[in-house]
Each structure stands twice: as C-alpha cells, then as structure tokens.
C-alpha cells in the first residue's frame, strides 16, 4: 500500500451537507382535521387553512353543531363528531377547551392512534387581575396530549394567534410566527409547513415538548398585551 492509499484510508468520512431548516415537505394533498372546530380558534384555523388549499373537517361532539359551522366556513370544508373527524384526517388539531382537553383526548384514543396530533390549547385561569397560566401535572397541555395519547405523534403550535384576525376575511395576511415544538423532525416539519400555507405566517421549530409549558403560558401575557393597546398580538422572532 503506497503512502497515498494510507492517506485516504485514514481520511475520516465526509459529512453530509446540514439540512437546510426551511426544506419543509409538501403538505398540500393532507387532510387536516380541527377538534374543537366550532370554537373561535378552532374555526379561524380551519378557515384560513382551508382557504390556504387545505382540505379540513371540523368536529366536535354533535356532528350538526359541526356541519353548521363549515357550512358557515365554506371553502369545502366538511363537519363531523369527533371521532370521525379523527379517523378522516392525517393530521388532527387540537383547539377544544381546556376544562374538556383531557377527557375528550382519552375518549378518542383509538381514533388518534397514528395520526399526527397537533396540540394548541392554552392552559388559563382568569381572575380580577386578568389571565394567568396554569400548570398541569404532566408539564403542559401538549405533554399531557403525550402521555394520554401513546400510539399518537403529538406537537405543539399555533398557540398565539388570536382567533379575531383568523376569522376575519377582510385580512389577507396574518403577520406572526408559529412556534412549534415537537419530538421527530419530520413531524414538526410537516407542521411548520402547515403553518407556512397561511399569507404571511412562518412555522419556527421552539424545542422538544418539555419546552411547551412556557409556550402555552405565554398566551396569558399576550391577553394582556391586547387588553391594554386594544389589539391583536402575534409573535416574530427575529434573525431566523
């Protein structure tokens, strides 16, 4: 073996080139579904979503309640219960209240399994001084979604977008990030790329679920931020 052979053969491998974080996958052909599809956020993101091209059913627990909504919506947007919802759909947003979080979650266990779960409830308390976060005891909304959910890939995102703006069909653009957190790569691209359908909205990977709590929690500082400037605040974040 000359010197050159032994040279090479001591060469290290190269690395692949670092995947550029913005290569999100095509989500366009996914059907999404929205729990909670009846309630102001629920709705907002069902209507920009499937103004966006996306196809969504909305559900919630009377299939009529939920089919009068997306008649509402049009767009081609369809309404079902929950659990037809949840079988339909490849990936499934959860937009329903936090006092009924967990227990619809468990009723719907076997309809979620597979599915790419996308948690965006806010765990709040109200009083004379305003909003406050709560703490659940698995960490945050998105993680107990994990623990009650096993045979689910649960994310969290799109906590901090105010419904009024979602619905509002005079706004073209919504200007805000969607922080999304997850534990596969793939999942919370896919994710990110729902996020990036809507005009002017950009998802940003923000960590593994253990980081969720605060995400959520940071909703009770945005309600106090739109109750003193009489506004409807997103978030940016900047140099990305």
């Given amino acids: 073996m000359t010197s050159t052979d032994t040279d090479s053969a001591q060469q290290p491998p190269k690395k692949a080139p670092a995947k550029d974080p913005w290569d999100l996958p095509d989500v366009s052909g996914l059907v999404v579904g929205v729990l909670g599809g009846t309630g102001p956020q629920g709705k907002g993101l069902a209507y920009r979503l499937a103004k966006a091209g996306q196809k969504v059913i909305i559900g919630s627990r009377a299939a009529e309640r939920a089919q009068a909504a997306a008649e509402e919506l049009g767009h081609g947007i369809e309404g079902a219960d929950n659990a037809e919802t949840a079988r339909r759909s490849d990936v499934v947003i959860v937009a329903v209240p936090w006092d009924g979080h967990g227990k619809t979650l468990e009723s719907l266990r076997e309809e979620l399994a597979g599915k790419l779960v996308v948690d965006c409830v806010n765990p709040l308390g109200f009083d004379k001084q305003g909003a406050y976060a709560l703490k659940p005891e698995e960490g945050s909304a998105a993680q107990?979604?994990?623990?009650?959910?096993?045979?689910?890939?649960?994310?969290?995102?799109?906590?901090?977008?105010?419904?009024?703006?979602?619905?509002?069909?005079?706004?073209?653009?919504?200007?805000?990030?969607?922080?999304?957190?997850?534990?596969?790569?793939?999942?919370?691209?896919?994710?990110?790329?729902?996020?990036?359908?809507?005009?002017?909205?950009?998802?940003?990977?923000?960590?593994?679920?253990?980081?969720?709590?605060?995400?959520?929690?940071?909703?009770?500082?945005?309600?106090?931020?739109?109750?003193?400037?009489?506004?409807?605040?997103?978030?940016?974040?900047?140099?990305?």
């Fill in 144 to 240: 107990q979604a994990a623990a009650l959910l096993p045979d689910s890939r649960v994310t969290a995102a799109f906590h901090h977008l105010s419904a009024v703006l979602l619905q509002d069909p005079e706004i073209e653009e919504i200007d805000t990030d969607v922080m999304v957190l997850g534990e596969g790569r793939a999942d919370v691209e896919t994710v990110q790329a729902l996020a990036g359908r809507i005009p002017g909205m950009r998802g940003i990977f923000a960590g593994r679920l253990r980081n969720a709590h605060q995400v959520e929690s940071l909703v009770a500082n945005l309600i106090s931020v739109n109750r003193r400037y009489k506004a409807h605040a997103g978030l940016r974040v900047t140099d990305v």
